[in-house]
């Protein structure tokens, strides 16, 4: 059974950093294409960054310049490198994996982020 499991996420002063990090677990061939998404109250999910899985990375323009997604194969893991964190940031983070012949359906539990102003 495929599992993502994220951690990595808590409070945080505005301006400051957090990294978040999502295992897949039960997979035998390393993802295509993985990703962060975000859902803050009363919004709709929406994207954040995401990598192939040949390196090719694609950022929302809010957080251009500022968060970094990147991914160890060897580990089925893919991390989101947060800085200069903001209070706008604040949402539930979500990871997604689309595995090779089985879709895009794939989503973690997410995980908090909370940056105090």
């Known amino acids: 059974q495929v599992q993502l499991v994220e951690s990595g996420g808590g409070l945080v002063q505005a301006g400051g950093f957090l990294r978040l990090s999502c295992v897949a677990n039960?997979?035998?061939?390393?993802?295509?294409?993985m990703g962060w998404y975000r859902q803050a109250p009363g919004k709709q999910r929406e994207l954040v960054a995401t990598?192939?899985?040949?390196?090719?990375?694609n950022y929302a323009d809010s957080v251009k310049g500022r968060f970094t997604v990147s991914r160890v194969d060897a580990k089925n893991t893919v991390y989101l490198q947060m800085n200069s964190l903001k209070p706008e940031d604040t949402a539930v983070y979500y990871c997604?994996?689309?595995?090779?012949?089985?879709?895009?359906?794939?989503w973690g539990q997410g995980t908090q982020v909370t940056v105090s102003s």
């Open positions: 990598i192939t899985n040949i390196g090719t990375t």
């Open positions: 997604n994996a689309c595995l090779v012949g089985r879709g895009c359906h794939y």
């Open positions: 039960g997979i035998i061939f390393s993802p295509n294409d």
